[in-house]
């Protein structure tokens, strides 16, 4: 029996996450879902997911940059892939080679559900590969 791969979403709208929850899980991932990123990334260390999908969104945008940074940072993260989901195109614009050498991906909001999954599905083939 083959394990389901994990997923943690991260987004502030409560809307959105059950939006994402539902259309990953009927694809088969195991999601964890979180209004805020965990303070402390053992957290994320602990439920060791395959992929993180992080909202950007503005006036927390310093704080999930930081938040983004610390995951690259730290040993046991930093090859988790990230897909940044956000409605903050200027920002994200001005770093998306920043980001693209990170091998963060980023779709923009309003998202097709085609779009997330194929970036879903890439990046995990990615995490399967190492």
Known sequence: MQVAHSIFVI????DILDLIRL????????VYASLTPPKNLTDIERLQPDLIILDFIPGKFIQRWQFLQRLKEFDTTTLIPIILCTVGLREIHQQEDYLTKLGVKIIYKPFEIDDLLDAVHQAILLRSSY
């Open 23 to 30: 259309i990953l899980e009927e694809e088969g991932y195991k």
């Open 11 to 14: 987004d502030g709208t409560q």
